[in-house]
């Protein structure tokens, strides 16, 4: 009902190898996963994706900008789940309209010439959209799951695994090693019938360091600390900072903060950090969701805080600019 075309599939197979060429190492820009903490509303997705893809164009010689395309979001307790579960915002639960807007807008956002990322947590509905994304994360709260584990080894994307709400590391490496193997598991094929799948493994995981309970885990100890375990594990040594999240302490408007430090540790020789992440939206915030959606403020989260779109404009020219003074100075300079 809403395929891909020839020119799609050839545009993703093309944005798939660049992701994996940074995370492997044989790219030296950095990854940068950008977007709304969910999306909720395919109107003010579409502008945020051209704005984004103008910014995207402007600094691709230093980052390879993904749209953060997150539609399920994994609760600890009650609230709305996402686009796909319950896309008119009111607990009907109309999932297969949330299956076909979702669909539809990854398809639209690629088209402009985004590259897409999604949050992987219902082990189904990635057969309605696996096919569109570049690259994919497993959350800090299913990173212990088995299913999830054996998902990602299937998945034709590079996987990031986010190190658990605790801050625990350990658990999101075990699924790195994990997702790298050989899997078996029961699942729904392209006719909608039960089938066994069978999977080769996924050779492009990483770990996503997004701070925890005792708080932020993306400063130079803690990201020598997180190689360290990968390389007894005999894994790739690849890291993605999550600026928000508990690396912010919650707090949108830090991870300006976190953004500088990731990018000082690059510039001063850090070949491990292969990444970042930032919440962003066209305007700054967030709002509880009201009882009359004629009452959404547009362009504004209804789940975590984002910051507004000036701001991301200008924090990611500021760490381009970082990068570029850098390479004047002789190249990317060496760690003292």
């Known amino acids: 009902m809403i395929p891909l075309s020839d020119a799609d599939m050839d545009r993703i197979l093309s944005f798939r190898s660049q992701v994996n060429d940074i995370i492997m190492g044989r790219d030296s820009r950095l990854l940068a996963i950008v977007g709304p903490c969910s999306i909720h509303d395919p109107k003010s997705a579409i502008e945020y994706a051209h704005k984004l893809k103008k910014l995207s164009d402007e600094l691709k010689d230093h980052f390879f900008i993904v749209m ?8 600890t307790n009650l ?25 539809k807008l990854l398809i639209d956002i690629t088209e402009i010439g985004l590259p897409v990322g ?8 990635p057969q309605y959209i696996d096919e569109i994304m570049s690259w994919s994360s497993i959350g800090a709260r299913t990173t212990e799951s088995q299913t999830h584990r054996n998902l990602a080894s299937g998945l034709s994307v590079a996987v990031g695994f986010k190190n658990g709400t605790s801050g625990d590391l350990m658990s999101a490496i075990n699924a790195i090693k994990s997702a790298s193997s050989e899997a078996s598991f029961i699942g729904i094929n392209k006719d909608g019938l039960s089938a066994v799948y069978r999977t080769t493994g996924n050779d492009a995981g990483h770990l996503i360091l997004r701070g925890g309970e005792d708080g932020p885990n993306y400063y130079e100890d803690e990201v020598e600390h997180a190689v360290e375990l990968l390389r007894k594990m005999g894994l790739n040594e690849s890291l993605i900072i999550d600026c928000s999240h508990a690396n912010s302490r919650k707090n949108y408007t830090r991870q300006k903060r976190v953004l500088r430090n990731v990018i ?7 070949h491990n950090i ?7 939206n066209l305007f700054e915030g967030s709002q509880k969701i009201p009882e009359n959606k004629k009452d959404l403020k547009y362009g504004v989260s209804v789940t975590d805080a984002c910051i507004g779109w ?20 002789g190249g990317k300079l060496e760690v003292l």
Request: hydrophobic letters at 40%; glycine letters at 10%.
């Open 310 to 329: 000036d701001e991301t404009e200008r924090i990611l020219r500021n760490a381009a600019s970082l990068m570029i003074e850098a390479e004047k100075a």
């Open 68 to 75: 953060r395309t997150y539609f399920e979001k994994p609760r």
């Open 79 to 103: 609230g709305w789940k996402g686009l796909i579960l319950d896309p008119d915002m009111d607990g009907s639960g109309d999932i297969g309209k949330g299956i076909m807007v979702a669909r």
């Open 274 to 280: 292969k990444g970042f992440m930032l919440e962003s």
């Open 264 to 270: 000082d540790q690059v510039v001063w020789g850090n």
């Open 118 to 125: 999604c949050e992987v947590l219902d082990p189904i509905i």
